[in-house]
């Protein structure tokens, strides 16, 4: 199974960016997906999360301001973000929780990584 990101950039305060990320490979079912993000010399954080019931949570600090979503036909999550500031700037990770069979373990894969900067 392999997670691939993509829509990370450059982009100005006050802008906008989506972010999508698609797992493929031996998938029976995936459960939850999120976004996590790390900036320079701090631990990676956790964003975003969005079920396969599309409920979603949100880190404080971009409540308002990012959204996350999925399509379960593509196995695709998407992270809409506006509205971003420098503070934003990170490299964005996805992550899903993936059964590749009906009795398989639930096994936790990550995307490499996109990089989001804000410039000010």
């Known amino acids: 199974v392999q997670l691939q990101a993509s829509g990370g950039g450059l982009v100005q305060a006050g802008g906008s960016l989506r972010l999508s990320c698609t797992a493929s490979?031996?998938?029976?079912?995936?459960?939850?997906m999120a976004w996590y993000r790390q900036a320079p010399g701090k631990q990676r954080e956790l964003v975003a999360t969005v079920t396969s019931g599309h409920s979603t949570n949100y880190k404080d600090s971009v409540k308002g301001r990012f959204t996350i979503s999925r399509d379960n036909a593509k196995n695709t999550v998407y992270l809409q973000m506006n509205s971003l500031r420098p503070e934003d700037t990170a490299v964005y990770y996805c992550?899903?929780?993936?059964?590749?069979?009906?009795?398989?373990?639930?096994?936790?894969?990550w995307g490499q990584g996109t990089q989001v900067t804000v410039s000010s």
């Open positions: 992550n899903a929780d993936v059964r590749g069979s009906p009795l398989a373990t639930i096994i936790y894969y």
């Open positions: 490979g031996s998938i029976f079912s995936v459960g939850n």
